[in-house]
Protein backbone atom coordinates (compact mmCIF):
# COMPACT_ATOMS: atom_id res chain seq x y z
CA UNK A 1 0.00 0.00 0.00
CA UNK A 2 1.18 3.68 -0.22
CA UNK A 3 0.68 6.91 1.64
CA UNK A 4 -2.19 9.25 0.63
CA UNK A 5 -0.87 12.47 2.03
CA UNK A 6 -3.41 15.60 0.39
CA UNK A 7 -1.92 18.06 2.94
CA UNK A 8 -0.41 20.80 1.03
CA UNK A 9 1.69 22.45 3.41
CA UNK A 10 5.39 21.05 4.28
CA UNK A 11 4.99 17.80 6.43
CA UNK A 12 8.05 17.82 8.80
CA UNK A 13 10.00 14.88 9.01
CA UNK A 14 8.69 12.56 12.51
CA UNK A 15 4.67 13.14 10.74
CA UNK A 16 5.87 12.23 7.48
CA UNK A 17 7.58 9.04 8.22
CA UNK A 18 4.71 8.34 10.36
CA UNK A 19 2.69 8.77 7.78
CA UNK A 20 4.75 6.50 5.45
CA UNK A 21 5.10 3.87 8.16
CA UNK A 22 1.34 3.98 8.34
CA UNK A 23 1.14 3.15 4.52
CA UNK A 24 3.45 0.19 4.93
CA UNK A 25 0.79 -1.53 7.12
CA UNK A 26 3.34 -1.29 10.19
CA UNK A 27 1.58 -1.65 14.00
CA UNK A 28 0.37 1.45 15.66
CA UNK A 29 2.73 0.30 18.88
CA UNK A 30 5.53 -0.27 16.19
CA UNK A 31 4.83 3.30 15.07
CA UNK A 32 4.63 5.15 18.47
CA UNK A 33 8.09 3.35 19.33
CA UNK A 34 9.58 4.31 16.05
CA UNK A 35 8.50 8.15 16.24
CA UNK A 36 9.50 8.00 19.60
CA UNK A 37 13.18 6.31 19.12
CA UNK A 38 13.23 9.34 16.17
CA UNK A 39 12.37 12.38 18.22
CA UNK A 40 14.56 11.36 20.67
CA UNK A 41 17.50 10.85 18.34
CA UNK A 42 16.17 13.70 16.25
CA UNK A 43 17.11 11.08 13.13
CA UNK A 44 15.56 13.06 10.11
CA UNK A 45 15.53 10.29 7.94
CA UNK A 46 15.47 6.82 8.76
CA UNK A 47 18.34 5.84 9.75
CA UNK A 48 20.51 2.49 7.67
CA UNK A 49 22.04 0.58 10.88
CA UNK A 50 24.06 -1.17 8.65
CA UNK A 51 24.90 0.54 5.78
CA UNK A 52 26.56 -1.54 3.04
CA UNK A 53 27.52 -1.17 -0.51
CA UNK A 54 24.75 0.64 -2.40
CA UNK A 55 22.51 -1.00 -4.68
CA UNK A 56 19.88 -0.03 -6.87
CA UNK A 57 16.02 -0.14 -5.82
CA UNK A 58 13.06 0.09 -8.08
CA UNK A 59 9.89 1.21 -7.75
CA UNK A 60 6.52 0.93 -10.18
CA UNK A 61 2.92 2.56 -9.82
CA UNK A 62 0.35 3.30 -12.33
CA UNK A 63 -1.79 5.71 -11.63
CA UNK A 64 0.22 8.73 -11.38
CA UNK A 65 -0.69 12.39 -12.90
CA UNK A 66 -2.58 9.50 -15.10
CA UNK A 67 0.11 7.87 -16.17
CA UNK A 68 2.89 4.88 -14.86
CA UNK A 69 5.59 6.31 -12.22
CA UNK A 70 9.44 4.59 -11.90
CA UNK A 71 11.63 5.22 -9.37
CA UNK A 72 15.30 3.97 -9.39
CA UNK A 73 16.90 4.63 -5.94
CA UNK A 74 20.65 4.04 -5.59
CA UNK A 75 21.32 3.83 -1.69
CA UNK A 76 23.64 1.63 0.72
CA UNK A 77 20.45 0.11 2.67
CA UNK A 78 16.86 -0.73 1.51
CA UNK A 79 14.90 1.16 4.29
CA UNK A 80 16.62 3.98 2.73
CA UNK A 81 15.08 3.10 -0.19
CA UNK A 82 11.70 2.55 0.64
CA UNK A 83 12.28 5.75 2.63
CA UNK A 84 13.15 7.86 -0.44
CA UNK A 85 9.51 5.70 -2.18
CA UNK A 86 7.27 7.51 0.17
CA UNK A 87 9.02 10.38 0.36
CA UNK A 88 8.72 10.99 -3.40
CA UNK A 89 4.82 9.51 -3.18
CA UNK A 90 4.17 12.20 -0.71
CA UNK A 91 5.89 14.77 -2.60
CA UNK A 92 4.51 14.24 -5.81
CA UNK A 93 0.36 14.57 -4.16
CA UNK A 94 1.36 17.56 -2.34
CA UNK A 95 2.68 19.12 -5.67
CA UNK A 96 -0.88 17.26 -7.75
CA UNK A 97 -2.55 18.76 -4.72
CA UNK A 98 -1.33 22.03 -5.96
CA UNK A 99 -0.52 22.30 -9.61
CA UNK A 100 -3.55 19.73 -10.95
CA UNK A 101 -5.79 21.15 -13.18
CA UNK A 102 -7.85 17.94 -13.52
CA UNK A 103 -8.31 17.92 -10.21
CA UNK A 104 -11.39 20.71 -9.01
CA UNK A 105 -10.47 21.40 -5.24
CA UNK A 106 -6.51 21.84 -6.38
CA UNK A 107 -5.20 25.21 -5.58
CA UNK A 108 -4.85 26.02 -8.71
CA UNK A 109 -8.46 24.91 -9.62
CA UNK A 110 -10.00 27.34 -7.02
CA UNK A 111 -7.53 30.17 -8.13
CA UNK A 112 -9.00 29.86 -11.65
CA UNK A 113 -12.53 30.49 -9.91
CA UNK A 114 -11.25 33.78 -9.08
CA UNK A 115 -11.82 37.01 -11.19
CA UNK A 116 -9.32 40.05 -11.51
CA UNK A 117 -8.52 39.92 -7.39
CA UNK A 118 -5.24 39.29 -6.33
CA UNK A 119 -4.77 36.17 -4.77
CA UNK A 120 -1.78 35.07 -2.01
CA UNK A 121 -0.62 31.42 -3.81
CA UNK A 122 1.70 28.99 -2.92
CA UNK A 123 5.51 30.18 -4.00
CA UNK A 124 5.11 26.41 -6.24
CA UNK A 125 2.13 28.12 -8.10
CA UNK A 126 4.06 31.52 -8.27
CA UNK A 127 6.95 29.84 -10.09
CA UNK A 128 4.81 27.75 -12.59
CA UNK A 129 2.92 30.62 -13.66
CA UNK A 130 5.68 32.56 -14.14
CA UNK A 131 7.84 29.81 -15.69
CA UNK A 132 4.78 30.25 -18.41
CA UNK A 133 5.63 33.59 -19.08
CA UNK A 134 8.63 33.00 -19.74
CA UNK A 135 8.43 30.26 -22.11
CA UNK A 136 5.55 31.73 -23.59
CA UNK A 137 7.77 34.68 -24.30
CA UNK A 138 10.88 32.47 -25.37
CA UNK A 139 8.96 30.34 -27.19
CA UNK A 140 6.78 32.76 -29.25
CA UNK A 141 3.47 31.69 -27.83
CA UNK A 142 4.14 27.73 -28.81
CA UNK A 143 3.90 27.06 -25.16
CA UNK A 144 0.67 28.47 -23.88
CA UNK A 145 -0.91 27.81 -20.68
CA UNK A 146 -4.63 28.57 -22.10
CA UNK A 147 -3.93 26.12 -24.69
CA UNK A 148 -7.34 24.12 -22.97
CA UNK A 149 -9.54 26.56 -25.47
CA UNK A 150 -8.41 24.75 -28.68
CA UNK A 151 -7.96 21.49 -26.90
CA UNK A 152 -11.82 21.68 -26.00
CA UNK A 153 -12.76 22.83 -29.84
CA UNK A 154 -10.98 20.00 -30.54
CA UNK A 155 -12.76 17.58 -28.37
CA UNK A 156 -16.25 18.82 -29.37
CA UNK A 157 -15.00 18.60 -33.15
CA UNK A 158 -14.22 14.15 -32.57
CA UNK A 159 -17.55 14.27 -30.46
CA UNK A 160 -19.46 15.55 -33.30
CA UNK A 161 -17.57 14.38 -36.18
CA UNK A 162 -17.25 17.70 -37.75
CA UNK A 163 -13.99 19.63 -38.48
CA UNK A 164 -13.89 23.46 -36.83
CA UNK A 165 -15.04 26.20 -38.91
CA UNK A 166 -12.34 29.41 -39.60
CA UNK A 167 -14.31 31.31 -37.22
CA UNK A 168 -14.20 29.25 -35.00
CA UNK A 169 -10.38 28.38 -34.81
CA UNK A 170 -10.01 32.38 -35.16
CA UNK A 171 -12.18 33.24 -31.87
CA UNK A 172 -9.60 30.54 -29.77
CA UNK A 173 -6.91 32.27 -31.03
CA UNK A 174 -8.10 35.28 -30.18
CA UNK A 175 -8.92 34.02 -26.63
CA UNK A 176 -5.66 32.01 -25.88
CA UNK A 177 -3.36 35.63 -26.81
CA UNK A 178 -5.49 37.53 -24.09
CA UNK A 179 -3.44 38.17 -20.72
CA UNK A 180 -3.72 35.29 -18.58
CA UNK A 181 -2.52 36.52 -15.29
CA UNK A 182 -0.68 39.28 -13.51
CA UNK A 183 1.98 38.05 -10.92
CA UNK A 184 2.95 40.29 -8.40
CA UNK A 185 6.89 39.28 -7.03
CA UNK A 186 6.61 41.21 -3.98
CA UNK A 187 3.14 40.15 -2.51
CA UNK A 188 3.97 36.69 -4.26
CA UNK A 189 -0.10 36.87 -5.82
CA UNK A 190 -1.34 36.24 -8.62
CA UNK A 191 -4.60 37.91 -10.41
CA UNK A 192 -6.55 35.95 -13.16
CA UNK A 193 -7.52 37.89 -15.92
CA UNK A 194 -9.20 35.43 -18.40
CA UNK A 195 -12.07 33.36 -17.57
CA UNK A 196 -10.77 30.40 -20.63
CA UNK A 197 -9.36 27.02 -19.33
CA UNK A 198 -6.12 26.57 -18.36
CA UNK A 199 -4.36 23.56 -18.58
CA UNK A 200 -0.36 23.21 -17.29
CA UNK A 201 0.66 20.21 -18.94
CA UNK A 202 3.34 21.71 -20.75
CA UNK A 203 6.13 21.19 -18.38
CA UNK A 204 4.30 20.48 -15.06
CA UNK A 205 5.26 16.97 -15.07
CA UNK A 206 8.94 17.92 -15.44
CA UNK A 207 8.43 20.42 -12.95
CA UNK A 208 7.07 17.71 -10.38
CA UNK A 209 9.66 15.78 -11.19
CA UNK A 210 12.43 17.69 -10.46
CA UNK A 211 11.28 18.43 -7.31
CA UNK A 212 10.75 14.97 -6.08
CA UNK A 213 14.73 14.43 -7.34
CA UNK A 214 15.73 16.56 -5.07
CA UNK A 215 13.67 15.80 -2.12
CA UNK A 216 14.90 12.51 -1.96
CA UNK A 217 18.67 13.04 -3.01
CA UNK A 218 18.37 15.11 0.29
CA UNK A 219 17.97 11.55 1.95
CA UNK A 220 21.41 10.07 3.89
CA UNK A 221 22.60 7.04 2.44
CA UNK A 222 20.69 8.01 -1.20
CA UNK A 223 23.26 8.40 -3.67
CA UNK A 224 21.60 8.20 -6.97
CA UNK A 225 18.09 8.46 -8.56
CA UNK A 226 15.86 7.94 -11.41
CA UNK A 227 12.61 10.16 -11.80
CA UNK A 228 10.72 8.84 -14.40
CA UNK A 229 6.65 9.88 -14.81
CA UNK A 230 5.41 9.10 -17.90
CA UNK A 231 8.84 8.66 -20.16
CA UNK A 232 9.90 12.28 -18.61
CA UNK A 233 12.73 11.67 -16.48
CA UNK A 234 15.55 13.24 -14.18
CA UNK A 235 18.79 11.16 -13.47
CA UNK A 236 20.04 12.47 -10.27
CA UNK A 237 23.89 11.95 -8.46
CA UNK A 238 26.49 9.22 -8.89
CA UNK A 239 23.46 7.13 -11.13
CA UNK A 240 24.66 7.07 -14.97
CA UNK A 241 21.21 5.84 -16.78
CA UNK A 242 20.82 4.09 -19.99
CA UNK A 243 18.09 5.77 -21.36
CA UNK A 244 16.10 3.49 -24.84
CA UNK A 245 14.00 6.57 -27.17
CA UNK A 246 10.96 5.08 -28.21
CA UNK A 247 10.20 4.37 -32.19
CA UNK A 248 7.10 6.59 -32.97
CA UNK A 249 7.10 4.80 -36.13
CA UNK A 250 7.18 1.54 -33.72
CA UNK A 251 5.52 1.63 -30.17
CA UNK A 252 5.33 -1.07 -28.45
CA UNK A 253 7.28 -1.20 -25.11
CA UNK A 254 9.92 -3.67 -26.57
CA UNK A 255 10.64 -2.86 -30.16
CA UNK A 256 14.05 -1.24 -31.31
CA UNK A 257 14.81 2.28 -30.00
CA UNK A 258 15.27 5.66 -32.72
CA UNK A 259 18.14 5.62 -30.07
CA UNK A 260 19.99 5.05 -26.97
CA UNK A 261 21.27 7.65 -25.18
CA UNK A 262 23.35 7.23 -21.23
CA UNK A 263 22.89 10.29 -18.97
CA UNK A 264 23.89 11.46 -15.90
CA UNK A 265 23.08 14.43 -13.70
CA UNK A 266 20.80 15.53 -16.76
CA UNK A 267 16.59 15.23 -17.95
CA UNK A 268 15.54 14.05 -20.26
CA UNK A 269 11.35 14.54 -21.88
CA UNK A 270 10.13 13.23 -24.93
CA UNK A 271 6.65 14.46 -26.53
CA UNK A 272 5.14 13.42 -29.55
CA UNK A 273 1.26 12.52 -31.52
CA UNK A 274 1.55 8.90 -31.46
CA UNK A 275 -0.25 7.98 -28.64
CA UNK A 276 -3.04 10.20 -28.07
CA UNK A 277 -5.19 12.72 -30.46
CA UNK A 278 -8.77 12.95 -32.02
CA UNK A 279 -10.39 10.84 -34.48
CA UNK A 280 -12.65 12.95 -36.91
CA UNK A 281 -13.95 10.25 -39.69
CA UNK A 282 -10.44 8.88 -40.88
CA UNK A 283 -8.42 11.97 -40.20
CA UNK A 284 -6.15 11.62 -37.05
CA UNK A 285 -4.98 14.80 -35.49
CA UNK A 286 -2.58 14.74 -32.99
CA UNK A 287 -3.23 15.97 -29.12
CA UNK A 288 -0.65 18.39 -29.30
CA UNK A 289 -2.37 21.72 -30.17
CA UNK A 290 -0.12 25.11 -32.25
CA UNK A 291 -1.78 28.36 -29.68
CA UNK A 292 -0.94 30.29 -32.89
CA UNK A 293 -3.01 28.65 -34.88
CA UNK A 294 -5.85 26.64 -32.81
CA UNK A 295 -5.03 23.57 -35.27
CA UNK A 296 -3.01 20.14 -33.97
CA UNK A 297 0.99 20.31 -34.98
CA UNK A 298 1.32 17.97 -37.52
CA UNK A 299 5.02 18.05 -39.28
CA UNK A 300 7.10 16.78 -36.07
CA UNK A 301 6.36 12.98 -35.07
CA UNK A 302 7.90 13.03 -31.58
CA UNK A 303 10.73 15.53 -29.85
CA UNK A 304 13.34 14.15 -27.35
CA UNK A 305 15.39 17.21 -25.44
CA UNK A 306 18.06 16.36 -23.17
CA UNK A 307 18.97 19.52 -20.82
CA UNK A 308 20.55 20.18 -17.41
CA UNK A 309 16.65 21.19 -16.22
CA UNK A 310 13.74 19.17 -16.18
CA UNK A 311 11.81 22.00 -16.85
CA UNK A 312 13.51 23.46 -19.59
CA UNK A 313 13.78 19.59 -21.69
CA UNK A 314 9.73 19.74 -20.90
CA UNK A 315 9.09 22.46 -22.19
CA UNK A 316 11.27 22.73 -25.16
CA UNK A 317 10.07 18.72 -25.98
CA UNK A 318 6.60 20.47 -25.87
CA UNK A 319 7.61 23.55 -28.38
CA UNK A 320 9.58 21.66 -30.83
CA UNK A 321 6.32 19.83 -31.64
CA UNK A 322 5.08 23.00 -32.76
CA UNK A 323 7.60 25.14 -33.96
CA UNK A 324 9.71 24.66 -37.50
CA UNK A 325 12.64 22.71 -37.01
CA UNK A 326 14.37 26.02 -37.83
CA UNK A 327 12.86 27.99 -35.41
CA UNK A 328 13.43 25.15 -32.59
CA UNK A 329 17.63 25.02 -33.87
CA UNK A 330 17.50 28.39 -33.25
CA UNK A 331 15.65 28.12 -29.65
CA UNK A 332 17.94 25.46 -28.48
CA UNK A 333 21.02 27.33 -29.38
CA UNK A 334 20.11 30.04 -27.07
CA UNK A 335 20.06 27.45 -23.87
CA UNK A 336 23.76 26.11 -23.01
CA UNK A 337 23.37 22.50 -22.66
CA UNK A 338 20.57 21.86 -24.55
CA UNK A 339 20.62 18.61 -27.29
CA UNK A 340 17.77 17.25 -29.02
CA UNK A 341 16.53 14.42 -31.52
CA UNK A 342 13.20 15.62 -33.61
CA UNK A 343 11.49 13.06 -35.59
CA UNK A 344 9.26 14.00 -38.30
CA UNK A 345 6.30 13.24 -39.73
CA UNK A 346 7.66 11.85 -42.70
CA UNK A 347 10.46 9.90 -40.58
CA UNK A 348 13.06 12.68 -41.29
CA UNK A 349 15.54 12.57 -37.70
CA UNK A 350 17.04 16.06 -36.95
CA UNK A 351 19.58 16.32 -34.33
CA UNK A 352 21.58 18.62 -32.28
CA UNK A 353 25.91 18.93 -32.62
CA UNK A 354 26.15 17.06 -29.71
CA UNK A 355 23.56 14.08 -29.76
CA UNK A 356 25.35 11.43 -31.19
CA UNK A 357 28.27 11.84 -27.98
CA UNK A 358 25.62 10.45 -25.88
CA UNK A 359 24.46 8.18 -27.68
CA UNK A 360 25.70 4.10 -27.04
CA UNK A 361 25.24 1.54 -29.43
CA UNK A 362 23.07 -1.36 -28.85
CA UNK A 363 24.85 -4.80 -27.74
CA UNK A 364 22.21 -6.39 -27.06
CA UNK A 365 21.93 -6.38 -23.61
CA UNK A 366 18.45 -4.97 -23.68
CA UNK A 367 15.12 -7.28 -25.03
CA UNK A 368 14.50 -4.70 -27.96
CA UNK A 369 15.14 -6.05 -31.11
CA UNK A 370 14.51 -4.52 -34.99
CA UNK A 371 10.94 -6.12 -36.34
CA UNK A 372 10.98 -8.80 -38.65
CA UNK A 373 8.81 -9.73 -41.40
CA UNK A 374 5.99 -11.13 -39.34
CA UNK A 375 4.95 -10.02 -36.21
CA UNK A 376 3.06 -10.35 -33.34
CA UNK A 377 1.50 -7.45 -31.51
CA UNK A 378 0.27 -7.61 -27.84
CA UNK A 379 -2.38 -5.26 -26.29
CA UNK A 380 -3.19 -5.99 -22.58
CA UNK A 381 -3.99 -3.34 -19.82
CA UNK A 382 -3.62 -3.83 -16.29
CA UNK A 383 -6.78 -3.70 -13.79
CA UNK A 384 -7.01 0.11 -12.78
CA UNK A 385 -8.07 1.37 -8.94
CA UNK A 386 -8.51 4.13 -7.53
CA UNK A 387 -5.73 6.50 -6.85
CA UNK A 388 -2.36 4.96 -7.56
CA UNK A 389 -1.47 1.41 -7.42
CA UNK A 390 1.73 -0.76 -7.45
CA UNK A 391 1.94 -2.13 -11.12
CA UNK A 392 1.76 -6.27 -10.25
CA UNK A 393 4.36 -8.30 -11.73
CA UNK A 394 4.47 -9.49 -14.98
CA UNK A 395 5.74 -12.12 -17.44
CA UNK A 396 4.96 -12.64 -20.98
CA UNK A 397 6.30 -15.36 -22.97
CA UNK A 398 6.05 -17.79 -25.95
CA UNK A 399 5.83 -21.56 -25.70
CA UNK A 400 5.96 -24.09 -28.41
CA UNK A 401 4.13 -27.87 -28.34
CA UNK A 402 6.18 -29.12 -26.55
CA UNK A 403 5.57 -26.52 -23.74
CA UNK A 404 8.91 -25.67 -24.23
CA UNK A 405 9.84 -22.00 -23.32
CA UNK A 406 11.04 -20.16 -27.06
CA UNK A 407 10.33 -16.88 -26.02
CA UNK A 408 10.80 -14.37 -23.21
CA UNK A 409 9.31 -11.00 -23.90
CA UNK A 410 8.89 -9.56 -20.93
CA UNK A 411 9.87 -9.43 -17.31
CA UNK A 412 9.02 -6.83 -15.07
CA UNK A 413 9.60 -6.96 -11.45
CA UNK A 414 11.46 -5.08 -8.52
CA UNK A 415 11.43 -7.81 -5.85
CA UNK A 416 13.18 -10.86 -7.06
CA UNK A 417 11.89 -12.57 -3.58
CA UNK A 418 8.59 -12.14 -5.24
CA UNK A 419 8.95 -13.58 -8.30
CA UNK A 420 7.95 -17.54 -7.39
CA UNK A 421 4.43 -15.59 -7.36
CA UNK A 422 4.45 -15.80 -11.17
CA UNK A 423 4.06 -19.34 -11.13
CA UNK A 424 4.38 -20.96 -14.29
CA UNK A 425 6.94 -18.49 -15.32
CA UNK A 426 9.03 -18.94 -12.96
CA UNK A 427 8.76 -22.74 -12.88
CA UNK A 428 10.15 -22.81 -16.50
CA UNK A 429 12.39 -20.01 -16.83
CA UNK A 430 13.96 -19.17 -13.06
CA UNK A 431 17.54 -19.70 -14.54
CA UNK A 432 16.79 -16.51 -16.76
CA UNK A 433 16.29 -13.97 -13.71
CA UNK A 434 18.17 -11.03 -13.81
CA UNK A 435 18.51 -7.98 -12.08
CA UNK A 436 15.79 -6.17 -13.29
CA UNK A 437 16.64 -2.65 -11.63
CA UNK A 438 19.84 -2.38 -13.49
CA UNK A 439 17.13 -2.55 -17.15
CA UNK A 440 17.32 0.67 -19.33
CA UNK A 441 14.33 3.52 -18.63
CA UNK A 442 12.54 4.36 -21.68
CA UNK A 443 11.53 7.70 -22.66
CA UNK A 444 8.26 8.14 -24.83
CA UNK A 445 5.36 10.04 -25.45
CA UNK A 446 3.36 9.57 -22.22
CA UNK A 447 1.38 6.68 -22.12
CA UNK A 448 -2.29 5.78 -20.56
CA UNK A 449 -1.72 4.32 -17.48
CA UNK A 450 -2.05 0.51 -17.10
CA UNK A 451 -1.62 0.21 -20.80
CA UNK A 452 0.91 -1.16 -22.77
CA UNK A 453 1.67 -2.79 -26.10
CA UNK A 454 4.44 -5.49 -26.89
CA UNK A 455 5.76 -7.19 -30.22
CA UNK A 456 7.38 -10.70 -30.92
CA UNK A 457 8.71 -11.06 -34.99
CA UNK A 458 9.27 -14.70 -34.33
CA UNK A 459 12.55 -15.36 -33.16
CA UNK A 460 13.43 -17.25 -30.22
CA UNK A 461 15.73 -16.58 -27.56
CA UNK A 462 18.63 -17.03 -29.03
CA UNK A 463 18.28 -15.13 -31.97
CA UNK A 464 16.82 -17.10 -34.50
CA UNK A 465 13.67 -17.81 -36.18
CA UNK A 466 10.98 -19.81 -34.89
CA UNK A 467 9.63 -22.49 -37.55
CA UNK A 468 5.73 -22.56 -38.57
CA UNK A 469 3.78 -24.05 -35.94
CA UNK A 470 1.45 -23.83 -33.16
CA UNK A 471 2.97 -21.75 -30.10
CA UNK A 472 1.24 -20.56 -26.89
CA UNK A 473 1.13 -17.17 -26.17
CA UNK A 474 1.08 -16.83 -21.92
CA UNK A 475 0.58 -13.17 -19.84
CA UNK A 476 1.43 -13.74 -16.57
CA UNK A 477 0.73 -10.99 -13.20
CA UNK A 478 0.97 -11.30 -9.52
CA UNK A 479 0.02 -8.49 -7.28
CA UNK A 480 2.50 -8.48 -4.27
CA UNK A 481 0.19 -9.79 -0.97
CA UNK A 482 -2.54 -9.73 -4.04
CA UNK A 483 -4.23 -11.27 -6.55
CA UNK A 484 -2.86 -13.69 -9.29
CA UNK A 485 -3.83 -13.91 -13.09
CA UNK A 486 -2.61 -16.64 -15.69
CA UNK A 487 -3.95 -15.96 -19.49
CA UNK A 488 -2.85 -18.30 -22.90
CA UNK A 489 -4.64 -18.05 -26.22
CA UNK A 490 -2.75 -20.72 -28.79
CA UNK A 491 -1.59 -18.74 -32.39
CA UNK A 492 -0.65 -20.50 -35.70
CA UNK A 493 2.97 -18.48 -36.56
CA UNK A 494 2.64 -19.64 -40.34
CA UNK A 495 2.81 -15.64 -41.82
CA UNK A 496 -1.21 -15.26 -42.19
CA UNK A 497 -2.83 -12.44 -40.61
CA UNK A 498 -4.92 -13.61 -37.11
CA UNK A 499 -6.42 -11.69 -34.37
CA UNK A 500 -7.67 -12.83 -30.79
CA UNK A 501 -9.16 -11.25 -28.47
CA UNK A 502 -7.79 -12.98 -24.86
CA UNK A 503 -10.44 -13.16 -21.95
CA UNK A 504 -10.03 -10.93 -19.38
CA UNK A 505 -9.42 -10.94 -15.48
CA UNK A 506 -8.91 -9.61 -12.17
CA UNK A 507 -5.49 -8.47 -13.02
CA UNK A 508 -5.37 -8.14 -16.62
CA UNK A 509 -8.96 -6.89 -18.00
CA UNK A 510 -8.10 -7.06 -21.71
CA UNK A 511 -6.32 -8.60 -23.83
CA UNK A 512 -5.61 -9.20 -27.65
CA UNK A 513 -3.22 -10.50 -30.23
CA UNK A 514 -2.70 -9.79 -33.57
CA UNK A 515 -0.41 -11.45 -36.43
CA UNK A 516 0.37 -8.55 -39.04
CA UNK A 517 2.62 -8.63 -41.80
Request: with cysteine; proline share 5%.
Amino acid sequence: MESNCKDNKQLTPIVLMAADFNALNISRMKLLFFSIFLSIFHFPYPNPFSPGESSIYRFNYENVLGTSFELKVVSNSEQAADYAEQVALADIDRLNNILSTYNPSSEVSLWQKTDDIEVKVSPELFEVLSMFDYWNQKTSGAVNASAGTAINLWKVAERNQIMPGNNELNAAVKAMNEPLWQLNPETGTAKKLTNKPLVLNSFVKSYIIKKVSERIMGIPGVTGAVVNIGGDMVVAGNQTETILISDPMADAENDFPVSVVQLQGQAIATSGNYRRGFQIGNQRFSHIIDPRTAYPASHIRSATVVAANATDAGALATAFNVLEIIESQSLAASIPGVEYQIITSDGKEVVSSGWTSMEIPDHGNTPFYKPGENKLTIEFELATFEGRFRRPFVAVWVENKKKETVKNIALWYNKPRWLPDLKRWYSKNQSLMQDSAAKASISSATRSAGKYTLSWNGLDDSGKPVPAGKYTVYIEAAREHGTYQLIKQEIDWNGKPAHFDMEGGIEITSSSLTISK
